[in-house]
């Protein structure tokens, strides 16, 4: 059965019980890590995921919440013995830079490093990222201010569900279409600022794209009541959550 966990759920300042936004999808035998933030080899311990079950990385935007954690994986994986090549996607500003983070610490030319298999993501609504199996990853543009940032759908051929994630973005038509039908909507909360959105500006995306649960992530997590999330969320007709690390949505 496959499934979607939050490995971590806050914006960019975390505390004790969450870590930056972070999310992995998995199925027996496999994994697909979605952001890249934190100690990435950690988190996954704890949910209970083998590293070589690791069969990509996905990255939404090019921010350092999102993919500072890259060069550790990269590195414990290596040291871990792994040969199979790792590819990973993201918009071309994202790859670019996390391409960079890892020549600065001088992963690419160590000893026996496995390939790293770099898939830049054109921004288009419907892009296809990749399919494992049962499950695919369509991607669409979203509105983050100057950076390139994907929303993804993931989608279970087998059991029709879908879910899907805005990573950072204002309101979006883009989103909108992506969402539209999902079971559920992990929508970012980080508030009313440029490139980012309210709790209410999340129901409204949820409601016009039909979906039936939302959960909401990437939000501040210190010195914020999360009353103050659910009340602005209190709009939309169907569930609504605040995502929290260790979280588990079936696919």
Known sequence: MAELVVLGSAASVPDAAHDTVSLVLREPGRAILIECGGSPLHKLARVGIDPEEVRAVVLSHRHADHLYGLPMLIQGLWLDGREAPLPIYGPRQALDLAHELLDLFGLAEREGMFPLDWQPVPLRT??????????????APVNHGENETLALRLENQ???????????????????????????????ATGDLPGHSSAAQAVEVAREAGVEQLVLIHYPVRGVDPETWRRQASGFPGPVRLACDGDVYPL
């Open 126 to 139: 419907g892009r296809r990222v990749l399919e494992v199996g049962e499950l695919i990853i369509t991607a």
């Open 158 to 188: 087998a059991t029709q569900r879908v879910i899907v994630y805005s990573a950072d973005t204002e309101p979006s038509q883009t989103l909108i279409t992506l969402a539209t039908g999902a079971g559920l909507l992990l929508h970012e």
